[in-house]
């Protein structure tokens, strides 16, 4: 069992030491350590888990053996065309490649040799559906809920979910059963389906601080961090790494400092780096980020960059020239009533719901809302250069907020006032006195709405095509109709949530060889010294070809970099 606690102020040794506990790096210690090396995670935070923590847990793995088995095998070099046409940069297609051909290996080792289980999402499309090489499943997978309860003690230590992600207190929702939520006072199943998972969630808040059926990202970091303490893993929390020590041009151990003081880790096979990217640093978002981007984000509190700089002082090189520094969405912010900021993306429960729409200063749509958040967000940087108009607002009306909640307000909402009191959302009994009221064009507000309202009756949205392709309709309403993406935007009191561009993770990281080795200046690996996960530029360059495009490359480079310094890394 994995200790519970820091360990003693003395110096200590071990063959690899992992900086961050998020899934990139939680999977190069359960890698390393299922080979035979002696483990320490060193976190600086209080909870392990990182950003996967707080993420929906999809996990992009093409040409994964699950698919084979289901009898819909996949063709890497057609998913080679799709990346390459997703991805039109030579930059990082290597690295693309050695993902597409040992993604199912890492999968098949952490399911054999740890307590990673995932199974694959029938239906979850690419984002760019209509490129050579889509497809429309199965490339994606899930982790398999998880009863936290048998972490023991360390349950406490997983971090939690956002709060807006939870019901009820701490229950969380996996993604299939969400539709049965919206549906339970009209289907029996439905409904019978959800007075089992309440009345389950009953029992486990007897017996502990939040629900314990973990799904989605929570339950990939519960999973690994199970992994974890099955293998004897050292795992330090509120550690502050100061230093990489280096000797002979080798990463050999890190100056680490704690409640119990400053002391030497000496890692004999090396070091791995993963301390989430920098998603709260507020220099690196000045430097790296446009100027349209908020400095919110909703990642874990972690994310300050660094292993990047651990990274840079010991030699490496930084790769900053992507298409997009970070991977975008947009989000709402407000501060609750107990004083915590809440900044809540908006992925996937609202934007392509019927009867929704997103509108700039001129009150005029400017794209299909209905895409992936990241390219919504590109559209969002678009539309503000042309005009000017960040922030834009999602509109909504009555019946909406009712049936599909906006942002952070969950549906079946009854008491809207906390979040009006805040600031948050915006009300009024006439589409004209909300305009005013959020400080957007009266006439083009009016006018879109209008056209927007003609088109959901007819089925077809004549402006951006929103349900048109497969993966607009997958974020849309199955059971509405003709158009699942589209529906009149009609009764009083009409609301609205104002939107800016966040990010759901960096992009811009230390370069690394195919061993995820960091590289100097030079291009020559550093021996030893290792980055995955949002540390690691991004093999993806800043595009986001398809859903859990961080993940699996985390879980894929976190291996590969386990393997290696298990294998092919002593000195």
Request: charged residues 25%; hydrophobic residues 40%.
């Amino acid at each position: 069992m994995g200790d519970l606690v820091s360990d003693p102020s003395a110096d200590a040794t071990c063959d690899l030491v992992v900086v961050g506990a998020g899934a990139a790096g939680m999977t190069a210690a359960a890698t390393a350590a299922a080979e035979g090396l002696s483990v320490t995670v060193v976190e600086k935070t209080a909870y392990v888990g990182g950003n996967t923590s707080y993420s929906g847990g999809m996990v992009y793995v093409p040409d994964n053996a699950k698919m084979a088995e289901a009898g819909e095998p996949d063709d890497p070099e057609m998913v080679m065309r799709y990346l390459d046409a997703a991805v039109p940069t030579p930059d990082g297609r290597e690295a693309r490649r050695l993902f597409v051909e040992k993604g199912r290996e890492a999968v098949a080792f952490l399911e054999a040799h740890t307590a990673v289980r995932l199974k694959p999402v029938p239906f979850y499309p690419d984002y760019y559906p209509d490129l050579e090489g889509a497809r429309e499943g199965m490339r994606v997978l899930e982790p398999v809920a998880f009863d936290a309860a048998s972490l023991g003690p360390w349950f406490r230590k997983l971090r939690p979910p956002l709060p807006e992600f939870t019901i009820l207190g701490g229950m969380m929702v996996a993604r299939e059963d969400l539709p049965h939520f919206r549906k339970m006072w009209r289907a029996p199943a439905s409904f019978l389906r959800v007075a089992r998972l309440v009345s389950e969630y009953g029992v486990q808040r007897l017996r502990h601080h939040r629900g314990s059926r973990l799904v989605l990202g929570n339950a990939l970091a519960g999973r690994l961090l199970k992994s974890l303490v099955d293998r004897d893993v050292t795992i330090i929390t509120e550690c502050a790494t100061r230093e990489i020590l280096k000797e002979g041009g080798r990463a050999i151990g890190l100056r680490i400092a704690d409640a119990s003081g400053e002391r030497v880790l000496v890692a004999r096979r090396g070091i791995v780096l993963s301390t989430g990217g920098f998603s709260h640093s507020v220099e690196k978002r000045r430097d790296w980020l446009p100027a349209a981007a908020s400095p919110d984000s909703p990642f874990a509190p972690g994310s300050t960059g660094d292993g990047l700089d651990l990274g840079v002082a010991a030699g490496g090189a930084l790769g900053t020239e992507n298409t997009n520094n970070a991977y975008w969405s947009p989000a709402s912010v407000y501060v609750r009533r107990d004083g915590r900021k809440v900044v809540y993306p908006h992925t996937v429960t609202d934007r392509g719901k019927p009867g929704s729409i997103v509108v700039n200063r001129a009150g005029r749509r400017f794209t299909n809302e209905a895409v992936s958040y990241h390219r919504f967000g590109e559209a969002l940087l678009r539309s503000n250069a042309e005009t000017g108009n960040l922030p834009a607002f999602i509109v909504c009306d009555a019946d909406f907020v009712w049936r599909y909640g906006l942002g952070a307000i969950i549906p079946f909402t009854r008491n809207l006032r906390p979040y009006r009191e805040a600031g948050y959302l915006k009300s009024a009994d006439s589409l004209a006195a909300l305009a005013d009221t959020i400080g957007v064009d009266r006439d083009g507000l009016l006018a879109t709405v209008a056209r927007f309202n003609e088109d959901a009756k007819a089925g077809r949205d004549t402006e951006f095509g929103r349900g048109e392709d497969v993966y607009s309709r997958y974020l849309g309403d199955a059971d509405h109709g003709p158009n699942p993406c589209l529906g009149p935007i009609l009764k009083p009191p009409f609301h609205a949530i104002e939107l800016t561009l966040s990010d759901l993770g960096t992009v811009a990281g230390l370069k690394t060889d195919f061993a995820c080795r960091v590289l100097d200046a030079d291009g020559l690996p550093i021996a030893g010294l290792y980055a995955v996960g949002n540390d690691m530029q991004s093999i993806m360059r800043g595009r986001y070809p398809g859903p859990g495009i961080t993940l699996g490359p985390a879980l894929t480079f976190g291996y590969l970099a386990g393997l290696h310094a298990a294998t092919g890394g002593a000195p």
